[in-house]
Structure formats: C-alpha cells, structure tokens
C-alpha cells in the first residue's frame, strides 16, 4: 500500500506542470556532456534580457551540471514507471473516455486562465473563457465535453503566471529542470507556484484525493501523446539541450502572443 502511495505522490507533484503546449515530457535515455571545460565558459548574466541570435533566444544555464541530473532522473522516472503505466491505462480504456477525462481536467483549470487573461487586460479571452466555462460545466457535463467550441465555435485561450510575468518584461532567469516537473525556468517556477493558488484541486483537504486527482491527470495525459516523446528522443543528438532550446522558445512565444 505504501508503494502505490508513493506512486500517486510522484505523478501527483509531476501533474502540476503547466497546462500550455510545451515540448514533449521528459525522458530518460544516456546523456552526452558537452565538450569543453565549464569553468572557461563566459559569465553571463542569469537576469538579462533573452538576446536574440539566429532568431533564437539565448538561454541562461549555470546550473547546467544539477540540470542534467535532474534530467536523466525524469528520464528513468518516465521510461521505468510512467510509460509503462500509461500503456496498461491506455489498453483498457478507450480513447474517447481519456480525451474526456482530459477535457474534464482543462475546465477545473478555468481559474487558472480567466485570472491571467485578467492580469494582461486580455478581456476578450477572459469572456471566452467564462463563457466556455460555464457552457461545458452545464451542457458539457462538468467539462466531460467542449459544445463551447463545438456549437459556439469559442476557443480557449491558455494563458499562465509565467506568461503574464513575461507581458509585463519579466526575463525568465537561468533555465531550470526540476525533478518531477520537468523544464522551467525561474520565472516558470515563480508562476508554477503562483498559479498553484488558483488550482482548485489544492484546496481538497484529504490529501490522497489530491495527490490522486494529480497522478490520474498526469497518467491520463501521457497515455494521450505516448510515442511523442520517444520520437523527440530519437530525433536528438543531445536530448538534453534539444529540450531546454524547444522549452524556452515555446515559452517565448507563448509570452509574445
């Protein structure tokens, strides 16, 4: 019983990742460490602006070393427990009941969205998104389905702390990789944690439900895109530094949009 407590736990904390389309979630295969002695590298600044070279934004990485650890333990946490968890999951539940569940997850999430359009004085995407809300919670069955875009042809529009941070000129700081919770950075922490406040599932006093809501959405989510990940993988010479460039670009443009 403690082990399945300690399984809920892991991919319940990992469920808290962001909401947004980010690059495929991390996993674990051997990592090649860049040549070249660290300590001869340049200093550059963990707080300035992202400079724009080739049309690509610069990342900040002194941490690289604790980064690339966190990495391969993501990696193995992926491979040994969440895939395979994931296929099982995914061979005895068909698809239009996960597609379901995931919708279900998006529209508790509303708090999330409606205040951070708030935030950017994006009025026009927090109406959509209250009238989303609304629709799919009642005609939709409690989120289970989205008549809102179907019907109305409303679309949603995602919006987090981290981007509403970088709205107002915010710079995402040194890039991070947290265990469990994959790519980020510090202003993605800031608003991970931030945004964490408007979750209602954090709010659920017992904590096995909470944890357990968590680690369904996470399990539930992964059986929706297996094989994504794998194809990131194969595609990569240095899967480490292909998913921090992939990280931080689409978090750039999700924060110019």
Do not use: C
């Amino acid at each position: 019983m403690k082990g399945v407590y300690l399984l809920l736990l892991l991919l319940g904390s990992a469920a808290m990742a962001s909401e947004n389309n980010s690059p495929p979630p991390q996993a674990a295969r051997p990592l090649q460490t860049p040549t070249g002695d660290s300590e001869d590298r340049p200093f550059r600044d963990p707080f300035a602006a992202e400079a724009e070279t080739g049309g690509k934004a610069k990342v900040s990485d002194p941490l690289e070393p604790m980064n690339r650890a966190f990495f391969k333990f993501n990696d193995k946490l992926y491979f040994w427990v969440l895939r395979p968890v994931a296929r099982g999951f995914k061979k005895i539940t068909p698809e239009p009941f996960r597609q379901s569940v995931n919708r279900f997850f998006v529209n508790v999430r509303y708090p999330v969205r409606v205040v951070n359009n708030l935030l950017q004085a994006k009025f026009k995407g927090a109406g959509e998104e209250t009238a989303r809300f609304l629709i799919n919670s009642t005609v939709g069955i409690g989120g289970l389905f989205d008549p809102a875009e179907d019907e109305w042809h409303l679309r949603a529009h995602p919006e987090e702390l981290d981007q509403t941070l970088g709205f107002y000129g915010v710079p995402p700081g040194w890039y991070l990789n947290w265990p469990l919770f994959g790519p980020s950075s510090i202003r993605g922490t800031v608003g991970m944690v931030g945004d964490s406040f408007l979750n209602p599932f954090n709010y659920v006093d017992e904590l096995a439900i909470t944890y357990g809501t968590r680690a369904f959405d996470t399990l539930n989510s992964t059986s929706l895109h297996l094989g994504e990940y794998e194809s990131f993988l194969k595609s990569s010479l240095d899967p480490y530094s292909s998913l921090r460039d992939a990280y931080t670009e689409n978090r750039r443009s999700l924060v110019e949009e």
